[in-house]
């Protein structure tokens, strides 16, 4: 195996300590039959504010983080 030397797609910033990572995913989701399609509910509880809306304040729903590149 090769060593990891460079990183050519896209970083972005996850400013949070000790992330829970019954976040990264959150549990309501993971009862789907497929493996894919899973990126719309990444940190879902955190992108989204109460009312359903997408929360501005966090950084992965920053305009440069979304589109194809992104997760």
């Keep these: 195996m090769q060593p990891f030397r460079i990183h050519k797609g896209q970083v972005a910033p996850l400013d949070r300590a000790n992330v829970d990572t019954d976040q990264i995913i959150p ?22 504010g109460k009312n359903g809306s997408q929360d501005p304040s966090f950084s992965l729903n920053e305009a440069r983080y ?4 992104s997760l």
């Design 66 to 69: 979304t589109g194809p590149a």
């Design 27 to 48: 549990k309501q989701f993971l009862k789907r039959i497929e493996r894919t399609g899973f990126g719309e509910f990444l940190f879902y509880d955190w992108r989204r």
